[in-house]
């Protein structure tokens, strides 16, 4: 079955393009920094909200048009549902895509059931996969959705419950082996705590790092050799989860020795209701070498919840491309964690929403490239810290003072010497002039 028989392959026209179902900024060959735009952009289509995403919200019911989707939770429409997924990846030219077991497959009434209906979905995707070129940026497992994850799934106050997550995500881990899988996520949405009264904080986090040790065993007796990571957000559904931003992250990988086998997985709109930009949290995690992927997408400034929508803002875009580029993000991807907004209801709206995405990506791409080029901000930034390349400072940085010299220097000296201005206004206007370039 065809489920967009209208739409042929996109392709790249230029600027200059009003065609809505072209690219006017993403051209996949043009090299960019060395690399080509799909291979550093490596552009990957979320199946959870694409297809999957019905359009229902808390105050109403499911808006999308979906004709190749019968509404059942059957194996077969399963299956259906994932040929015409890979017609869309094809036919936008994405080169990769992601998934959660559950939303791949139904689930079923056991443990062995589900997994019987994981394998037989999974045949369809790797037939897929070979036929279109396609391939898997991350596997992972909903650990959230079944009302048997109320308390969380590795953090749990209930043993059985730990155990069925474990199996859960061994299943999980071969599947994405199998599929060729280049990465492995966790996303915590119930790990975390509602209320401190019934919680034992340390338990849970010291049963958490368990989790991940095993996966990280499990991952080597089969041969997967992809990146574990994790998504940090710090709130929604839980009042407060674990990986509640990149900072929180780290420190609790490093407090349980799991750095060696772990990145992030940093998101927009999880780093916005974490209180931070998404440059900062890009940021943070790559100065610390724990930057690993990003979900691709942007919160609504007036609602102060996840809303996952695409990205279509060149500052913020410019923002993250300006770190990605600094760092890398290989074997990671840009991948379009956003969904359609409930009245955008048709399947063209689809490929709109994508295309919009990765053209405000590739357009960011090329403007952060230029500013990078001409050192636009790295001379500033040099010189705005050049105190600390000699003298005093030069002793600072390799610590050969204590604070007994720093007294004596000080004395001497009698005052410090005068303040540079930062000079944000100016720089931002750098950046606006760097926009109108493009």
């Not at 040790?213 to 992809?226: L, P, Q, R, S, T």
Request: glycine share 8%; with cysteine.
């Amino acid at each position: 079955m065809t489920g967009f028989p209208d739409i042929k392959k996109i392709s790249y026209e230029g600027p200059q393009s009003d065609n809505p179902l072209a690219f006017r900024w993403y051209n996949p060959d043009e090299v960019v920094e060395g690399q080509t735009m799909k291979d550093l952009l490596r552009f990957t289509v979320c199946y959870w909200h694409s297809f999957r995403g019905a359009g229902s919200d808390p105050f109403g019911g499911a808006t999308m048009q979906r004709p190749w989707d019968d509404g059942s939770e059957s194996v077969d429409n399963a299956c259906k549902r994932a040929s015409v997924a890979f017609e869309f990846f094809e036919k936008l030219g994405v080169p990769y895509y992601a998934f959660h077991d559950r939303d791949i497959a139904p689930e079923g009434a056991t443990l062995s059931e589900s997994n019987a209906n994981l394998d037989q979905v999974a045949d369809v995707f790797e037939a897929e996969q070979k036929r279109t070129g396609v391939k898997l940026l991350w596997g992972t497992a909903n650990m959230f959705s079944n009302p048997r994850f109320m308390h969380g799934a590795a953090t749990t106050c209930n043993a059985d419950v730990f155990a069925y997550a474990a199996a859960q995500v061994k299943k999980a881990l071969e599947v994405t082996h199998r599929l060729g899988g280049e990465n492995y996520v966790f996303w915590g949405g119930r790990e975390g705590y509602q209320n401190l009264y019934n919680t034992d904080m340390k338990r849970e986090l010291d049963h958490l790092a368990k989790f991940f040790h095993m996966a990280v065993d499990y991952a080597k007796e089969i041969g997967f050799k992809g990146q574990f990571l994790i998504e940090p957000k710090p709130k929604e559904p839980t009042k407060h989860q674990y990986d509640s931003d990149a900072a929180a992250c780290i420190n609790f990988l490093r407090a349980y020795d799991l750095m060696d086998h772990f990145k992030l997985n940093i998101e927009t709109n999880h780093a916005t209701l974490a209180g931070h930009t998404m440059m900062h949290e890009l940021e943070y995690a790559g100065m610390q070498d724990a930057l690993g992927s990003i979900d691709a997408n942007t919160g609504d400034l007036l609602l102060g919840w996840d809303t996952d929508q695409f990205p279509t803002d060149y500052y913020l875009t410019t923002q993250i491309m300006l770190v990605i580029l600094k760092y890398g993000l290989a074997p990671g991807g840009v991948n379009f964690d956003a969904k359609l907004r409930r009245e955008s209801f048709e399947p063209i709206d689809l490929f709109h929403a994508h295309i919009g995405g990765m053209d405000t990506f590739a357009k960011g791409l090329k403007i952060a490239a230029l500013i990078r080029a001409d050192k636009a901000l790295d001379r500033f930034v040099a010189d705005r810290y050049s105190s600390f390349d000699s003298g005093i400072g030069e002793k600072i940085e390799k610590g050969t003072v204590n604070f007994k010299d720093l007294e004596t220097y000080m004395l001497d000296k009698g005052e410090a010497a005068a303040n540079s201005s930062g000079r944000q206004e100016m720089l931002e206007n750098v950046i606006n002039r760097y926009l109108d370039r493009v």
